[in-house]
């Protein structure tokens, strides 16, 4: 049987991060257990025909290659990265650990795609303004770990986020309490 392949969102997964668990809202006594949720998290809503829009900071323990290929590799889905200020190895420089991860497209600092037929851009990083934001696009970002309120019909993604549960969301999980009636 064919699945047609959905799209998912998420951000500041941290994987290795020890630090994530004093400094954000996440419920873990150390960072392997944090990152076996996460990834636990991932695959419980995944399918491997799915495709997942990363929003940067993906892992922090990038001189560990074997480890980061390791978690990459568990997770179901494409994947896209929307590089966070985390995945570089000195200013504008992707770090080396990510460039050789098998994503689904070259990784990049924004991105636009279009989802339930609403044109969607995506940062790392929260805007007040975007592409067509005043033509009813819609923004996703991390970065901010759920201290960030969106502004009109921009949302925090992030796996510590308000309501994504720590684990990647679709568009009308994420838009569900945005009004876009006039946003096409």
Same mark, same amino acid.
């Given at each position: 049987? +064919?699945? #047609? ?5 998420? *951000? ?10 004093? +400094? ?5 006594? &150390?960072?392997?257990?944090? $990152?076996? *949720?996460?990834?636990?998290? %991932?695959? $419980?809503?995944?399918?491997?025909? $799915? ?6 900071? #993906? ?18 889905? &494409? ?12 200013p504008n420089v992707l =770090?080396?650990?990510?460039a050789r991860l098998d %994503? ?9 795609t279009t989802d339930e ?5 995506? &940062? ?9 934001? @005043?033509?009813?696009?819609? =923004?996703?970002?991390? @970065?901010? =770990? ?7 019909? &921009? ?6 986020? #308000?309501?994504?549960?720590? *684990?990647?969301?679709? #568009? ?13």
């Amino acid at each position: 049987m +064919s699945h #047609f392949r959905r799209k998912f969102y998420t *951000a500041d997964s941290h994987y290795g991060h020890a630090l994530m668990l004093t +400094s954000c809202n996440r419920p873990y006594k &150390s960072a392997d257990q944090m $990152d076996e *949720a996460l990834i636990r998290a %991932w695959n $419980d809503v995944v399918r491997p025909e $799915d495709i997942v829009y990363h929003l940067g900071d #993906f892992a922090m323990d990038l001189g560990n290659e074997d480890r980061v290929r390791s978690i990459f590799s568990r997770l179901m889905g &494409s994947k896209v990265l929307v590089l966070g200020n985390h995945d570089y190895k000195k200013p504008n420089v992707l =770090h080396p650990t990510l460039a050789r991860l098998d %994503w689904l497209t070259t990784p990049t600092t924004s991105l636009e795609t279009t989802d339930e037929g609403h044109r969607v851009y995506l &940062s790392h990083y929260s805007h007040r303004v975007w592409p067509g934001s @005043h033509k009813g696009s819609v =923004h996703f970002y991390g @970065h901010s =770990h759920g201290k960030l309120p969106g502004v009109g019909r &921009s949302r925090d993604v992030g796996v510590d986020a #308000f309501g994504t549960g720590y *684990a990647p969301q679709t #568009f009308k999980q994420l838009t569900r309490d945005m009004d876009l009636e006039d946003a096409r």
